[in-house]
C-alpha cells in the first residue's frame, strides 16, 4: 500500500489541525496505522497508531488528551486530529502502515509503507 499525507500547515499555540493518511494504492483494512514525527534534530518518535488486530488505538504520553487517531473506512483514511498544539509539536508527521504486534505498536522499523511526510509548525 502506498500513502499519501496531507493536512499539515502553521497554526498558533493552542490551535488545532487534522492530518489525513490515504492509501492512494492498495487499502488499509489489513494494516496497523501509525503517525510518527521528527522534529529538526530529532530522531523519529511514535505519536499514535490504530491497531488493526483490536482495533484499539495509542497515543505517546506527550500527546494523550489532545491528539485523537481515527480510521474513516468508507474513504479507506487514517485521520490524525490535533487539538491543543504546542510549539513541540513543530516537526514533519509521517502516517506509516505496517503488522506490528501489540506490544511493539510504537516502533517504527516495524512498519513497512511510510508517506511522504507532511510539515507541521506550531507558533508560540
Known amino acids: 500500500v502506498q500513502l499519501q499525507a496531507s493536512g499539515g500547515g502553521l497554526v498558533q499555540a493552542g490551535g488545532s489541525l487534522r492530518l489525513s493518511c490515504a492509501a492512494s494504492?492498495?487499502?488499509?483494512?489489513?494494516?496497523?496505522v501509525a503517525w510518527f514525527r521528527q522534529a529538526p534534530g530529532k530522531e523519529r518518535e511514535f505519536v499514535a497508531a490504530?491497531?488493526?488486530?483490536?482495533?484499539?488505538?495509542y497515543y505517546d504520553d506527550s500527546v494523550k488528551g489532545r491528539f485523537t487517531i481515527s480510521r474513516d473506512k468508507a474513504k479507506d483514511t487514517v485521520n490524525l486530529q490535533m487539538n491543543s498544539l504546542k510549539p513541540e509539536d513543530t516537526a514533519v508527521y509521517y502516517c506509516?502502515?505496517?503488522?506490528?504486534?501489540?506490544?511493539?505498536?510504537?516502533?517504527?522499523?516495524?512498519?513497512?509503507?511510510w508517506g511522504q511526510g507532511t510539515l507541521v509548525t506550531v507558533s508560540s
Open positions: 506509516a502502515a505496517g503488522r506490528p504486534i501489540i506490544s511493539a505498536i510504537s516502533r517504527s522499523s516495524l512498519y513497512t509503507n
Open positions: 494504492t492498495g487499502t488499509f483494512r489489513s494494516y496497523s
Open positions: 490504530a491497531a488493526v488486530q483490536n482495533m484499539h488505538t
